[in-house]
């Protein structure tokens, strides 16, 4: 970035030309491009922070998921092995779906507490041009659909016709 900083400086230089710049001319300009540098890094960096801290969210969500997986896998292992069990023995199958439910509703409190990261919104962008071409094309399609029907019905009533005249 300090290099197209000094191809700017160097080109505004070389744009004077001939004419002879003043000392404190020459200074504003290495002044100027000192601050916007500075204020281009600040934002760079102020922009890299915001970002780091998306990514963090994101992977405590991430992590969030996958012990809630885990503890989802777990439940429907022992549930598995409770019902092989039940069945060996002759019994007819009962799952403990209260004991299932408190670990559901533990974990969805967990979960929860973990899920500060605001949900993303996706939004469909909004095409102009293509909002203007269905809008053309509604009426255009309908035209065409009446027109087939009506040529389809004087096509049977032709056929009609013409079997009764024979």
């Known amino acids: 970035m300090n290099r197209n900083l000094s191809d700017i400086k ?10 002879i710049l003043d000392q404190k001319i020459y200074d504003e300009v290495d002044k100027d491009i000192s ?6 890094t600040t934002e760079i960096n102020s922009s890299t922070l915001k970002v780091k801290e998306e990514i963090k969210k994101i992977e405590i969500k ?10 989802v896998a777990q439940d429907i292992v022992s549930s598995t092995k409770t019902v092989t069990q039940a069945l060996k023995q002759g019994d007819t199958p009962v799952i403990a779906s209260q004991n299932v439910n408190n670990e559901q509703k533990e ?6 507490e973990s899920d500060k990261v605001p949900p993303l919104v996706v ?18 399609l309908q035209k065409l659909q009446t027109e087939y029907k009506k040529t389809k019905e004087n096509k049977q009533s032709e056929k ?4 009764d005249s024979h």
């Not at 974990?107 to 929860?112: D, L, Q, Y």
């Open 107 to 112: 974990s969805t409190k967990e979960s929860k």
């Open 160 to 163: 009609i016709a013409k079997g």
């Open 123 to 140: 939004q469909t962008p909004y095409d102009p041009v293509l909002n203007k071409l269905k809008s053309q094309y509604d009426p255009v």
């Open 62 to 71: 991430i992590t969030s998921l996958k012990s809630t997986a885990r503890n």
């Open 10 to 19: 160097t080109n505004a230089y070389n744009k004077a030309g001939k004419i």
């Open 35 to 40: 601050s916007t540098s500075q204020i281009l």
